[in-house]
């Protein structure tokens, strides 16, 4: 393509001329009309044949390529583009794709929007999402992802989940492990004392009308456990699972394969009476201490419980006929004693091994 070069431009424009100044008119050139008509027909002939007939070739062949309609900056087609750069919001609605090859990395450092919370597909063994969150020039470090599921306008529908991530499957023929749905590292804190942000903070949306409330996090294994073949939906490294902000529920709610703060252990422990006053901590879970205590065992909690009406499990390993039972419960700690067929046993005069279980609400 060029601009016109023919007689009388001026600068590669046109002019009418002027017999005043004198200018001469531009005369319009073969050379230039031809390359104006093969840069119009490269365009509509990506799109389909020529067709003399129709006049709407170029514009339908344009917005076959481009799709843009009417409201800046948005598009009715699927588009591909090598790079973007975008200042300011960006809103991407509908099915977006971004990199097409395994290790494409692709960085946001403003605010971006989904309609649907985030839909990840890895490809090959590539993560579907991979999201490290900011280190800040001072106080905590930014979350990996941050993600609220959305809510429904109107009816009876769910809320919707707050992240949605799909691993991408290894090669066919091979051995290797399929990708992660989500991969989130949380940032480090800059300096000084500051938290490091986490990796995840997922909230579900809530529901309208009579529908439920969206999970913060759905998570399946790759395939059924069975049996025989322990499958693993949730699989924690390097740290714990715990319970923030979730009530107690109450003895009478019906629960199924679900665990909750009140059904799970809060304190175990081991320990053996010498059977000349004292009394060791063999091993156990939010124990603080274990102590002779007249002719009980005193267990100490390490953190106490909301109330005095948790249940003990206790058993020994002495081949004796004596019933083991708990005395003064408090939510600090609890006395251990035992009884045979007449009177109470003096534990501290007792050597014996003894196993207790706590639940309850802490």
């Not at 009418?16 to 050139?29: C, F, K, R």
């Not at 599921?149 to 991530?165: K, Q, W």
């Not at 790759?222 to 109450?250: D, E, K, R, V």
């Amino acid at each position: 393509m060029h601009k016109i070069d023919g007689a009388g431009n001026v600068a590669g424009a046109f002019t009418e001329g002027d017999p005043m100044i004198p200018q001469e008119a531009t005369v319009v050139t073969a050379d230039w009309l031809n390359a104006v008509q093969t840069e119009i027909v490269n365009v509509v002939e990506s799109n389909a044949v020529l067709v003399k007939a129709d006049n709407t070739q170029l514009l339908t062949a344009l917005n076959a390529k481009y799709g843009r309609l009417a409201t800046a900056g948005t598009w009715s087609a699927k588009q591909t583009f090598g790079e973007i750069e975008v200042t300011g919001v960006t809103t991407l609605k509908g099915d977006t794709t971004i990199g097409d090859t395994a290790g494409d990395s692709h960085t946001v450092n403003g605010p971006m929007a989904f309609n649907h919370g985030a839909s990840a597909t890895g490809t090959g063994s590539g993560h579907g999402v991979t999201a490290t969150g900011g280190a800040p020039g001072s106080g905590d470090g930014g979350n990996g992802v941050s993600a609220t599921g959305g809510l429904p306008t109107a009816g009876n529908g769910a809320g919707g989940a707050g992240v949605m991530g799909t691993g991408g499957a290894p090669y066919a023929s091979g051995t290797g492990a399929g990708g992660v749905g989500g991969s989130f590292v949380g940032g480090t804190g800059a300096s000084g004392n500051h938290n490091g942000g986490n990796g995840i903070n997922a909230t579900g949306g809530a529901g309208i009308g009579t529908g439920l409330p969206g999970n913060g996090a759905v998570l399946a294994a790759g395939a059924s456990a069975t049996a025989t073949t322990p499958q693993y939906a949730l699989w924690c490294t390097n740290g714990y699972a715990t319970f923030s902000g979730a009530a107690n529920p109450n003895s009478d709610v019906t629960f199924t394969n679900t665990v909750t703060p009140k059904n799970v252990a809060k304190a175990w422990a081991t320990f053996t009476t010498d059977g000349v006053g004292a009394v060791t901590l063999n091993d156990g879970f939010n124990i603080t201490s274990v102590a002779i205590s007249g002719i009980y065992v005193l267990v100490t909690f390490a953190s106490a419980f909301a109330n005095a009406n948790y249940a003990i499990s206790i058993s020994h390993t002495a081949a004796v006929t004596e019933f083991y039972y708990a005395s003064a419960p408090s939510t600090a700690d609890v006395k251990i004693g035992a009884i045979d067929m007449v009177a109470d046993v003096d534990l501290a005069a007792k050597s014996r091994k003894i196993m207790v279980v706590f639940y309850g609400a802490q």
